[in-house]
């Protein structure tokens, strides 16, 4: 602990100080342990090898049924595209990154060490801003950008031939938003609460609700992140987006992650240790 905890004298703003040594220690926390290297191969194993699933085994398994199920459904691309984005971005990455992140806050307020940092010379939105940028780096290149890029390959292998680039990065960059919105509500909950179950619970069911209530609470669509795992999937594959509705649920979740990040840094300015 005493090698992840050294702090190092560092010239920074004053409303940053400390900002440098937290950055170091939350990316050791992902860098310097088995965590990085686990997270990197589950992830890849697990959205590719879904994708792969779909592209590759359930059109023999149709074909051989006799069955048109998966050329009325558009495809093994369009269903290949549908299981990164809308399944695995929209749904399992999302579950994964709660998961993980749901210990950036509370984990070291339990343990007495948020209160012993905080004794040094140390601004609290740093510390807040410091969990933020190393997590955020550990999940865009562990649960996106290496899971995107196997999945990519995966695509291009099954269509034989390489994949428009654009039109798929411009969808990865969709995903990376919806992503970064459960980030910053998950590390706001943990500065609100003192319990695990309200941190998981909450975005876990604003996530769940997106998914099988979204048909009813269709109003919602144009201020929360439930439709940007299918606008990501329609960008990639270079079809309209659904409703034509593009920017405004864009706009709002930017505007969401820039409110529970700004949430985040008042409470924990406020908080008591």
Same mark, same amino acid.
């Given at each position: 602990?005493?090698?992840?905890?050294?702090?190092?004298?560092?010239?920074?703003?004053?409303?940053?100080? =400390?900002?440098?040594?937290?950055? !170091?220690?939350?990316? !050791? #926390?992902?860098?310097?342990?088995?965590?990085?290297? %686990?997270?990197?191969?589950?992830?890849?194993?697990?959205? +590719?090898?879904?994708?792969?699933?779909?592209?590759? %085994?359930?059109?023999?398994?149709?074909?051989?049924?006799? /069955?048109?199920?998966?050329?009325?459904?558009?495809?093994?691309?369009?269903?290949?595209?549908?299981?990164?984005?809308?399944? #695995?971005?929209?749904?399992?990455?999302?579950?994964?990154?709660?998961?993980?992140?749901?210990?950036?806050? @509370?984990? $070291?307020?339990?343990? =007495?060490?948020?209160?012993?940092? &905080?004794?040094?010379?140390?601004?609290?939105?740093?510390?807040?801003? #410091?969990?933020?940028?190393?997590?955020?780096? +550990? %999940?865009? &290149?562990?649960?996106?950008?290496?899971? *995107? +890029?196997?999945?990519?390959?995966?695509?291009?292998?099954?269509? *034989?031939?390489?994949?428009? &680039?654009?039109?798929?990065?411009?969808?990865?960059?969709?995903?990376?938003?919806?992503?970064?919105?459960?980030?910053?509500?998950? &590390?706001?909950?943990?500065?609100?609460? *003192?319990? !695990? /179950?309200? %941190?998981?619970?909450?975005?876990?069911? @604003?996530?769940?609700?997106?998914?099988?209530?979204?048909? @009813?609470?269709?109003?919602?669509?144009?201020?929360?992140?439930?439709?940007?795992?299918?606008?990501?999937?329609?960008?990639?594959?270079?079809?309209?987006?659904? =409703?034509?509705?593009?920017?405004?649920?864009?706009?709002?979740? =930017?505007?969401?992650?820039?409110?529970?990040?700004?949430?985040?840094?008042?409470?924990? $300015? !406020?908080? $008591?240790?």
């Amino acid at each position: 602990m005493d090698a992840n905890l050294e702090l190092k004298r560092v010239k920074e703003w004053g409303w940053m100080r =400390g900002f440098a040594n937290l950055y !170091r220690k939350e990316s !050791r #926390a992902w860098w310097s342990t088995k965590r990085w290297w %686990i997270n990197g191969l589950l992830w890849t194993v697990l959205v +590719a090898g879904w994708v792969a699933v779909w592209v590759f %085994i359930m059109p023999s398994l149709y074909a051989a049924a006799g /069955s048109t199920v998966m050329t009325d459904l558009g495809g093994p691309l369009v269903m290949g595209l549908k299981m990164l984005f809308t399944i #695995a971005g929209g749904m399992l990455i999302a579950v994964g990154l709660i998961v993980l992140c749901q210990d950036l806050i @509370i984990g $070291e307020k339990q343990s =007495g060490l948020t209160e012993w940092l &905080l004794a040094n010379p140390v601004q609290r939105k740093a510390y807040v801003l #410091a969990k933020l940028c190393a997590s955020l780096v +550990a %999940i865009l &290149l562990l649960l996106i950008v290496l899971p *995107g +890029a196997a999945a990519y390959g995966v695509l291009s292998l099954a269509t *034989g031939g390489p994949l428009a &680039l654009q039109p798929f990065l411009e969808g990865m960059g969709i995903l990376v938003l919806h992503s970064l919105f459960y980030l910053t509500l998950t &590390l706001m909950l943990g500065t609100f609460f *003192g319990s !695990r /179950s309200a %941190i998981l619970g909450i975005p876990l069911g @604003i996530l769940l609700t997106g998914m099988f209530f979204s048909g @009813i609470l269709k109003p919602l669509l144009y201020v929360s992140p439930w439709l940007l795992p299918q606008l990501a999937e329609a960008v990639a594959g270079g079809v309209p987006v659904p =409703g034509g509705l593009l920017w405004p649920p864009l706009l709002a979740t =930017g505007l969401w992650c820039l409110v529970f990040t700004c949430a985040a840094l008042i409470k924990f $300015e !406020r908080s $008591e240790f």
